[in-house]
């Protein structure tokens, strides 16, 4: 399998995500930002003063058969046919007790138009919290 950071051109710009992300909807331009040090997780950096940043990781990653299916009209808004890859990244969220990530609601990046989506209505069986193990 290969990771997120490996299915982006080594050029890749700013991801754009039209409707932005919920509670941030005013920022829509993020980068990836990765480094060894932080593998297997990366950033998620907004541009712009102010902008939100989240720590990601690919959900396959996290539970080996976490189903990365998506529908139709998604493909359709990352204007991508039904053959090409995509990128699936969940957003993690650190907490006193370690991390949780959100398996529920994962980003889906189209790696050659660099458009995005957050998956609303994801399946669930896979909740908001998945807590992370060491």
């Given at each position: 399998?290969?990771?997120?950071?490996q299915s982006f051109p080594p050029d890749a710009g700013a991801i754009t995500f039209a409707d932005g992300l919920p509670g941030f909807?005013?920022?829509?331009?993020?980068?990836?930002?990765?480094?060894?040090?932080?593998?297997?997780?990366?950033?998620?950096?907004?541009?712009?003063d102010g902008a939100p940043s989240f720590l990601a990781i690919d959900p396959r990653l996290v539970v080996d058969s976490y189903p990365c299916a998506i529908r139709?009209?998604?493909?359709?808004?990352?204007?991508?046919?039904?053959?090409?890859p995509l990128v699936w990244l969940a957003i993690v969220s650190p907490n006193?007790?370690?991390?949780?990530?959100?398996?529920?609601?994962?980003l889906v990046i189209n790696p050659?138009?660099?458009?995005?989506?957050?998956?609303l209505d994801g399946d669930d069986a896979y909740p908001l919290d998945?807590?992370?193990q060491k």
């Open positions: 399998m290969t990771t997120a950071t909807e005013a920022c829509r331009h993020y980068v990836v930002m990765a480094s060894p040090a932080l593998e297997p997780f990366l950033c998620l950096q907004g541009l712009g139709p009209t998604d493909r359709s808004r990352l204007d991508t046919p039904a053959d090409r006193a007790e370690g991390a949780t990530v959100n398996l529920r609601a994962p050659e138009t660099m458009r995005g989506v957050q998956l998945y807590r992370l």
